[in-house]
């Protein structure tokens, strides 16, 4: 059985980053609340999708900094996302959409985060 390397390079954790801080604006966007545990879903399922690994920890600790990102820096951006723009975000797959200029700004945060 092949081994998938825990340790993500920083292009596909800037990448996670950005998916999970997508998801938090939206979740908030559509409920008015900070969805730990949807956060803590979907990276899940991006890891497994995207056939990578991490350690519990790390996992927890870019759960907690897509929350504050999402929470905190997205407005200071000129980031708002609100309900009407909330499907922009993702593409019919449920991955970002990297041709909408929220997702890029949102990646920009995201890789000086890392």
């Not at 949807?38 to 519990?56: E, F, G, I, P, Y």
């Not at 890029?104 to 985060?113: G, K, S, T």
Request: charge should be positive; charged fraction near 20%; glycine fraction near 2%.
């Amino acid at each position: 059985m092949k081994k998938v390397p825990s340790r993500l390079p920083p292009a596909k954790r800037a990448e996670l980053l950005c998916f999970l801080v997508a998801i938090a604006a939206a979740s908030y966007a559509l409920s008015a609340e900070w969805r730990v545990d949807h956060v803590v879903q979907c990276c899940r399922q991006w890891l497994a999708k995207n056939s990578a690994r991490m350690h519990w920890l790390e996992r927890l600790r870019i759960g907690q900094l897509a929350l504050k990102i999402a929470s905190q820096d997205l407005l200071n951006a000129g980031v708002a996302v609100r309900l009407s723009n909330v499907q922009a975000l993702f593409t019919s797959e449920l991955e970002l959409n990297e041709a909408s200029t929220m997702v890029q700004r949102m990646m920009v945060l995201c890789q000086e985060a890392i």
